[in-house]
């Protein structure tokens, strides 16, 4: 039995509504259970609901920041991958992550903990017996308006494609590049080789053409990527110092040529740079140490908590952190970029762009 997006379930006491659902199969046993997205009727709270049938084990949780797990015991742990979705979820199927389950020592509170590519998420909860929920009705009027929007942006589609006067609804459809599909496009840049790291990870290596410096090139990537940095500074011990560039997704490091001369670039996902700890290609070695400082003192410890199943050389690390400011010269430009684009789509009547 599944239920559907719309229905109105009873959970204990309370009165939910079914907003979405992920069905997981457990990687070790190949067992499948869902995980319902539930609103709350009263207080519009979320929470999810955990039915597995093949265990007859169920569970009502919310999502909290790291709690802690003191007076609780390992109970489970393993990798679920997502088998299908419904309604209103931020995962996709095929979409994978390592779990950790926790239970009190009387076997009635739970902490669960998820690991996925892009964070770590964790909820507590309680066990329920199966006669504690069940399916009461479905609200019609909120079928209704889902089925609605669901044809609004079909209907949309269909018009962007088929009629030209449109071409200003379409180009206020906003997506940021990211560092590596940027320097793969322009022709301000070449691609030069590719670093191999552990975990079947790679970073590319691009140089900048013609008479470009690291201020140009620095300058140039931040506007591509519309000043959408975590953290962005100049190393300031060296005259032209290389300029590391932290994302949400990527690491990227312009730095000075040792040998071949110009300005190169290395990029890679933020997993590389967790668990690869290898020198820049062609670089010297003061863009080196700067590019392990720069990610141990702002990177290191975030991504350690989504790559905690891989090891990191950095667990080892003993140099100096880094003082990080956000104020320097990219920094500051960085915070004027964003706020500019900001300020522009405000004014057109765009929204802002997320999603995972």
């Known amino acids: 039995m599944k239920f559907q997006i719309g229905d109105i379930l009873r959970v204990e006491d309370r009165m939910y509504l079914v907003l979405g659902r992920?069905?997981?199969?457990?990687?070790?046993?190949?067992?499948?259970?869902?995980?319902?997205?539930?609103?709350?009727?009263?207080?519009?709270?979320?929470?999810?609901?955990?039915?597995?049938?093949?265990?007859?084990?169920?569970?009502?949780?919310?999502?909290?920041?790291?709690?802690?797990?003191?007076?609780?015991?390992?109970?489970?742990?393993?990798?679920?991958?997502?088998?299908?979705?419904?309604?209103?979820?931020?995962?996709?199927?095929?979409?994978?992550?390592?779990?950790?389950?926790?239970?009190?020592?009387?076997?009635?509170?739970?902490?669960?903990?998820?690991?996925?590519?892009?964070?770590?998420?964790?909820?507590?909860?309680?066990?329920?017996?199966?006669?504690?929920?069940?399916?009461?009705?479905?609200?019609?009027?909120?079928?209704?308006?889902k089925k609605a929007g669901a044809a609004a942006l079909i209907a949309i589609f269909l018009l962007s494609v088929f009629i030209p006067v449109l071409s200003v609804l379409i180009s206020s459809m906003h997506f940021t590049s990211t560092i590596q599909?940027?320097?793969?496009?322009?022709?301000?840049?070449?691609?030069?080789?590719?670093?191999?790291?552990?975990?079947?990870?790679?970073?590319?290596?691009?140089?900048?053409?013609?008479?470009?410096?690291?201020?140009?090139v620095s300058k140039d990537i931040i506007d591509a990527i519309e000043g959408n940095t975590q953290y962005v500074q100049q190393d300031d011990?060296?005259?032209?110092?290389?300029?590391?560039?932290?994302?949400?997704?990527?690491?990227?490091?312009?730095?000075?040529?040792?040998?071949?001369?110009?300005?190169?670039?290395?990029?890679?996902?933020?997993?590389?740079?967790?668990?690869?700890?290898?020198?820049?290609?062609?670089?010297?070695?003061s863009a080196r140490h700067y590019y392990r400082r720069f990610y141990h003192s702002t990177g290191y410890h975030s991504d350690a908590n989504s790559f905690s199943r891989y090891s990191s050389p950095y667990s080892s690390y003993s140099d100096s952190d880094i003082t990080y400011t956000g104020t320097d010269t990219y920094g500051n430009y960085s915070s004027s970029v964003r706020q500019s684009i900001i300020a522009a789509r405000q004014s057109s009547g765009g929204g802002l762009s997320g999603g995972k």
């Open 22 to 145: 992920i069905t997981y199969q457990n990687v070790n046993d190949h067992c499948d259970w869902d995980e319902y997205r539930l609103q709350c009727l009263d207080d519009k709270r979320e929470a999810w609901l955990s039915v597995d049938f093949e265990y007859r084990e169920y569970s009502i949780s919310w999502v909290v920041h790291h709690p802690s797990v003191v007076g609780y015991h390992e109970v489970d742990r393993g990798i679920e991958v997502v088998s299908g979705t419904a309604g209103s979820v931020d995962v996709e199927t095929g979409d994978r992550a390592n779990f950790v389950e926790y239970e009190d020592q009387i076997e009635e509170l739970i902490i669960s903990q998820e690991i996925w590519d892009d964070g770590t998420e964790w909820s507590t909860g309680h066990y329920i017996d199966e006669d504690e929920f069940a399916f009461v009705r479905q609200d019609k009027a909120f079928v209704a308006r």
């Open 237 to 285: 011990s060296e005259t032209e110092g290389a300029v590391a560039i932290l994302t949400k997704k990527e690491y990227c490091i312009i730095y000075p040529a040792l040998e071949q001369g110009g300005i190169l670039i290395q990029v890679s996902n933020r997993k590389f740079a967790y668990t690869t700890d290898d020198d820049l290609y062609d670089g010297p070695q």
């Open 181 to 216: 599909k940027y320097l793969d496009k322009s022709a301000k840049y070449s691609y030069v080789t590719s670093v191999t790291g552990n975990e079947k990870q790679k970073a590319k290596v691009y140089k900048a053409k013609d008479s470009a410096t690291i201020d140009s």
